[in-house]
C-alpha cells in the first residue's frame, strides 16, 4: 500500500497548479487522474474552451515555472477592456497604459495551461502521477484517510484535496451540502473570424436576455465568444445555418468588429451557480469548481480556483513546516474562512450583476446606464474595479 501525505483527487487546471506548488515543501503528494491528457497540437486551430487569466493567476503560474512555456505558445495578452450595453449611452473601458499597467490579462486555450503543468508536475520529484486512476472508495480515518481505486490497488494519505470538478464525487462523499441554483442560461462557445482587427481588446456587451462576449485570440482576426443565453435560444443558435448565426452574431455585438464568421464547431452546455457549504473537513480540501463553480460572465472560475490552490499551498507550507497535522481540520479552518469568502464575494458579485443587467424594464435600463457610466467617468472607481478584475485584492502572501 502507497503511503502520501497529500492526496489529490483531480489532475485539471486546479489540481495540477496544488500539485506543483507543494514541491520541495517536504511534503510527498499523488494526484489521482481518471484520463492521461491529449497533447496540444500547436499547429491545429485553436481550442473551444478558453480561459482569461489575470495577474493574480499569471503570478501563480509564474511561480509555479510554468507561464513561459504558456506564453511561448499560444497566449493572447490583452490590453483593453470594454463594456457596454446594447441600444444604449452605458458603457465603461479599461485600458492598461492610463491605469499603469503592461497588460490587463491573457487569454489562453485550457489545454495549453493544463498540458503546461501536466508536464511540470512530471519533472516534480516530490509528485507522483497516477493515471488512469478511478477512485472506488473512500474512509476517513483517526490519522489518515484510505482510499481503494477501481484497480484494487490502495493508497493512504493524511490530507485529501478534492479537485474533481464541478460535480465532485469526493465532495458527495464527504456529504458535503451544496447550495446550487441554475443561471436559466446556457452558454455557446466557438471561434470566430472578425473583418476588422481585435487590437487585443475584450469586449462584453449585455441584452436584456443575452450576455456576449468577444475574447481576443493570437491572431489578430480570431476572437473565442462565449455568449450566454436563454437554453432554447442557445439551441437555436447552435442549430442555425453558419448564415443566419453570423447574421445574428453581427446583431448582437453591435457590428464592433465588422462582418463575423463562424470558424469552428458551436458548443452550448448549462449554466450553474454552485457552493459548497463546507470547503474543508476532516482530513478533507476542496478546491476550485468542486467546491465553487460562477457564471463565466468575467471568465473568473478558473482564477477563483488558482488562488484556492495558492491558499492551500501557503496553508499547507506553513503547518508542516510548523510540525503540525496538515489533515486536521480545526487547522484547515483558516484556509476555509479566507477561501469561502472570496468565492462568496464572487458569487454575490455576479449575481448581482446578473440580475441588473437582466431585463428590459426601462427604469432598470436607465439605472443600468447611468451606473455604467458614473463607474467609467468618478475618479476612483475604475482603478479598483480593475485591482478587482485582476485578482490584486485577494493574493496569498507569498504572491505579493
Known amino acids: 500500500m502507497q503511503s502520501v501525505d497529500v492526496a489529490i483527487v483531480g489532475g485539471g487546471m486546479v489540481g495540477l497548479a496544488l500539485a506543483c506548488g507543494l514541491q520541495g515543501s517536504g511534503l510527498r503528494v499523488a494526484v489521482l487522474e481518471q484520463n492521461t ?20 493567476s499569471e503570478k501563480l503560474l509564474t511561480r509555479l515555472g510554468v507561464w513561459s512555456a504558456i506564453v511561448a505558445r499560444r497566449a493572447s495578452c490583452y490590453h ?24 490587463l490579462g491573457h487569454i489562453v486555450e485550457n489545454g495549453v495551461i ?13 509528485v507522483t502521477l497516477m493515471v488512469p486512476a478511478q477512485l472506488q472508495q473512500v474512509a476517513w480515518g483517526e490519522n489518515e484517510a484510505f482510499i481503494s481505486l477501481q484497480d484494487g490497488s490502495m493508497l493512504t494519505a493524511r490530507l485529501v484535496v478534492g479537485a474533481d470538478g464541478a460535480n465532485s464525487w469526493l465532495r458527495n462523499k ?3 451540502p451544496l447550495t446550487s441554483w441554475d443561471y436559466h442560461h446556457h452558454a455557446l462557445v466557438a471561434t470566430i473570424r472578425t473583418a476588422e482587427p481585435h487590437q ?16 481576443p485570440l493570437a491572431d489578430s482576426h480570431l476572437c473565442s465568444i462565449v455568449w450566454s443565453m436563454l437554453p432554447e435560444q442557445a439551441q437555436q443558435m447552435q442549430n442555425a445555418s453558419e448564415e443566419a448565426f453570423n447574421q445574428a452574431l453581427c446583431v448582437a455585438f453591435d457590428n464592433r468588429l465588422g462582418l463575423c464568421s463562424v470558424e469552428s464547431e458551436r458548443q452550448v452546455y448549462p449554466l450553474t451557480g454552485r457552493y459548497a457549504r463546507q470547503f474543508a473537513g476532516h482530513r478533507l480540501a476542496l478546491v476550485g469548481d468542486a467546491a465553487h463553480t460562477i457564471h463565466p460572465l468575467a471568465g473568473q472560475g478558473v482564477n477563483l480556483g488558482f488562488m484556492d490552490a495558492a491558499e492551500l499551498i501557503s496553508e499547507l507550507k506553513r ?21 469561502k469568502h472570496s468565492a462568496a464575494l464572487m458569487l454575490a458579485g455576479m ?33 479598483q474595479l480593475l485591482r478587482q478584475a485582476m485578482g490584486l485584492n485577494d493574493l496569498p502572501g507569498w504572491l505579493r
Not at 483593453?80 to 497588460?103: L, P, T
Not at 493544463?114 to 516530490?126: F, G, P, R, T
Not at 449585455?206 to 468577444?214: K, M, P, T, W, Y
Request: hydrophobic share 40%; proline share 5%.
Open 37 to 56: 491528457p491529449v497533447p496540444v497540437d500547436d499547429n491545429a486551430p485553436p481550442q473551444l474552451r478558453v480561459s482569461a487569466i489575470n495577474a493574480a
Open 351 to 383: 449575481q448581482g450583476f446578473r440580475e441588473l443587467f437582466a431585463g428590459e424594464n426601462p427604469a432598470k435600463k436607465l439605472l443600468r446606464d447611468i451606473g455604467l457610466k458614473l463607474a467609467d467617468t468618478l475618479p476612483g472607481v475604475k482603478p
Open 174 to 176: 464527504a456529504d458535503i
Open 200 to 215: 487585443a481588446v475584450a469586449r462584453q456587451v449585455f441584452h436584456g436576455d443575452s450576455i456576449l462576449a468577444f475574447l
Open 319 to 339: 503547518l508542516h513546516a510548523q510540525g503540525k497535522d496538515i489533515g486536521q481540520h480545526m487547522y484547515l479552518r483558516r484556509y476555509e474562512r479566507s477561501r
Open 114 to 126: 493544463h498540458q503546461a503543468l501536466w508536464h511540470k508536475a512530471q519533472q516534480c520529484a516530490d
Open 80 to 103: 483593453g477592456m470594454e463594456v457596454w450595453e446594447k441600444d444604449s449611452f452605458g458603457r465603461i473601458a479599461f485600458d492598461d497604459r492610463s491605469m499603469g499597467y503592461s497588460h
